[in-house]
């Protein structure tokens, strides 16, 4: 694939095909996890999964503020046909994840207690939510470097090796989650060891595609560094993102509060089949917003606007299709998919079917926020980028959800994040437009 050359739509669809098959098997096991923990441990158990999500998220921030920030570079670097200095940054991002890694799973093991109260966790939820925290903190470093190489892999021109890793973990994920939960009763601890497994296979795996070095990116000549001469730069393109996915920590953390403090442990499945839903139909999304970054990237370093501009227009279209579909969907299929999760109780059932329906109404507009942030981020934008993560992140999301609940009780609830991100649309629209004039008329003087 070249990049610079071949024709967008081409370009975009051999990067998102194998990037989104890939995203969707891990969201299968994702959804595989709730349904077998549901059957086979029981709804709070389920909640204490769903509930551990705003810890997972900040995990995630922290892998991509290295992983991405890195990727970027790299993809800039290509573009500029520095194939050595790409390589000593891909090194450096390795050795920094796992170094991070180390560092995180060591604070939340040592101050587990104190994330109850942070995450709104009650007496009937504490039990489950801890047990897997736990398991979850050992694997920490194989998750770090799972996100690392997939990123690099796109940057490498080889999305299908993330792809085939990524479906063989999501088997054998499903197939240890049968065993450890049902068959040898490890409760929910065995759907955290199983986790654990399957994605330290996904990295073995993508680890041999470096290891060959057939592309640009290999680990011949490896050097353990966590420091690198353009680490500033480097931390500076990954903190959007990390404000991203930390500014989805808070919310979810501010969501979980706000669901048990308005409905109790009864909402508690409503949480949670919008947590196990949610994974997957971000998969869609996020599989766009990840496969316009290394394209972005590459034609900033190698100065073509013009390809940019065209990826823009076209990947905003693409995702607010996508959106509108799963809305669609989801609506029409709202009980069926609270079904899914063993949730029986009617009362449970009818306030989940209506918290699917409210939630994922601006689920089009998070998916353009998503593609704006790529844009700015690739761009080196990044105060424009941090900006935009913080507003409809934090801001927004902790204004409605203080709001909109007393007006308009749970609905208000489930409305505060969707309202968040089409306000959050509405401001960042105009900044586009504003950055592409001024393009227009630097080219023009």
């Not at 610079?4 to 595989?32: C, E, S």
């Not at 059957?39 to 992983?67: D, E």
């Not at 299908?160 to 063989?168: D, T």
Request: charged share 10%.
């Amino acid at each position: 694939m070249d990049y610079g050359h071949d024709p967008i739509k081409r370009l975009f669809f051999n990067l998102y095909w194998p990037t989104l098959t890939g995203m969707l098997t891990m969201a299968a096991y994702q959804v595989a996890d709730g349904i077998i923990v549901g059957y086979g441990v029981g709804t709070m158990a389920l909640a204490g999964i769903s509930m551990s999500f705003p810890v997972l998220m900040v995990a995630v921030s922290l892998a991509m503020l290295v992983g991405i920030g890195s990727s970027m570079v790299v993809a800039i670097k290509l573009g500029e046909g520095q194939t050595s200095e790409a390589n000593r940054i891909f090194h450096y991002s390795c050795s920094f994840s796992i170094l991070i890694s180390v560092v995180l799973a060591g604070a939340l093991l040592v101050f587990i207690d104190t994330w109850f109260s942070l995450l709104g966790a009650n007496a009937d939820i504490q039990p489950y939510l801890k047990e897997y925290l736990t398991y979850f903190a050992l694997f920490l470093p194989t998750l770090f470097l799972r996100f690392c190489f997939s990123f690099f892999l796109n940057n490498d021109s080889a999305p299908n090796i993330s792809r085939n890793a990524n479906i063989i973990s999501s088997i054998l994920n499903v197939v240890l989650d049968l065993l450890f939960v049902l068959v040898f009763d490890w409760g929910i601890k065995g759907a955290a060891i199983a986790t654990g497994i399957s994605q330290t296979v996904a990295v073995v795996f993508m680890g041999y595609h470096f290891c060959l070095g057939k592309k640009h990116l290999s680990f011949r000549h490896y050097a353990v560094r966590v420091i690198d001469p353009e680490q500033r730069r480097i931390l500076g393109l990954g903190f959007p993102i990390f404000i991203s996915e930390l500014s989805g920590a808070l919310a979810f953390g501010l969501l979980n509060k706000a669901v048990i403090a308005q409905g109790g442990s009864e909402a508690g499945a409503a949480l949670a089949t919008i947590s196990f839903t949610l994974f997957f139909v971000m998969k869609f999304l996020v599989g766009v917003a990840f496969s316009v970054q290394p394209l972005f990237g590459f034609n900033y370093g190698a100065n073509n606007p013009q390809r940019i501009e065209e990826l823009l227009r076209f990947s905003l279209r693409f995702i607010v299709m996508i959106g509108m579909s799963a809305y669609a969907l989801i609506c029409l299929f709202a009980e069926q998919i609270v079904h899914l999760f063993n949730v029986v109780s009617p009362e449970e059932v009818e306030l989940a079917s209506q918290a699917l329906h409210w939630f994922y109404f601006g689920i089009a507009f998070m998916g353009a926020n998503l593609v704006f942030g790529a844009y700015f981020q690739s761009l080196e934008r990044v105060k424009v980028a941090t900006g935009i993560a913080i507003l409809r992140g934090v801001m927004l999301v902790a204004v409605f959800l203080m709001v909109l609940p007393k007006i308009f009780g749970m609905t208000g609830v489930w409305l505060a994040i969707p309202l968040a991100e089409i306000v959050a649309f509405i401001i960042t629209l105009p900044l586009v437009f504003w950055r592409r004039n001024q393009k227009i008329c630097s080219q023009l003087s």
